[in-house]
């Protein structure tokens, strides 16, 4: 004791541990697509940081109009037709990368936008990259008697009294 206060000897400061830097990027093999039409995603997920991430739980979740498929997925099963996880948490070493691959088929007719999101559920450094989402625009569909489905706007469905629009979902 000094002067009645309390005097304690400190160490040196503790050298903070590396941190993790979790980057999620989603990309879609068609930007444009139909109803019915199937679409592929592809997540990314790479620890950009200098740390380990530790439990770190990806999820994918889709909009109404956007079916998520079970194809493919051996481990890491659909929660819902709306939501998929990963089954467990991973711990994800500095430079480490993980991709996973969904199918989705478009439900709704269209014209529309759907907008697909993937997450990883980590607090790091930058939070802001922890996410990621992909739009497809959906165009709306015409039937022609006798021919295969044509995009609305295309000149043979406008003003025709014989084909049929589909309705917005």
């Given at each position: 004791q000094e002067c009645g206060n309390i005097v304690t000897k400190e160490g040196a400061p503790a050298t903070?541990?590396?941190?993790?830097?979790?980057?999620?990027?989603k990309t879609v093999n068609k930007s444009t697509a139909k109803r019915g039409d199937k679409v592929m995603y592809t997540?990314?997920?790479?620890?950009?940081?200098?740390?380990?991430?530790?439990?770190?739980?990806?999820?994918?979740?889709?909009?109404?109009?956007?079916?998520?498929?079970p194809d493919g997925l051996s481990t890491d099963p659909l929660i819902t037709v709306m939501r998929w996880q990963t089954a467990k948490r991973h711990d994800i070493a500095p430079g480490q990368t993980m991709t996973y691959r969904l199918y989705a088929i478009i439900r709704s007719a269209g014209p529309t936008t759907l907008i697909n999101k993937a997450c990883a559920d980590i607090?790091?450094?930058?939070?802001?990259?922890?996410?990621?989402?992909?739009?497809?625009?959906?165009?709306?569909?015409?039937?022609?008697?006798g021919k295969e489905n044509l995009p609305k706007d295309d000149p043979k469905c406008k003003n025709n009294p014989a084909i049929t629009v589909e309705k917005t979902s």
């Open positions: 903070p541990s590396p941190s993790a830097d979790i980057k999620v990027q997540i990314t997920v790479k620890n950009i940081g200098k740390g380990t991430a530790k439990n770190v739980l990806i999820t994918d979740t889709t909009v109404p109009g956007l079916e998520l498929q607090i790091d450094v930058n939070v802001y990259n922890n996410c990621d989402e992909v739009p497809i625009s959906v165009v709306a569909m015409c039937s022609l008697p």
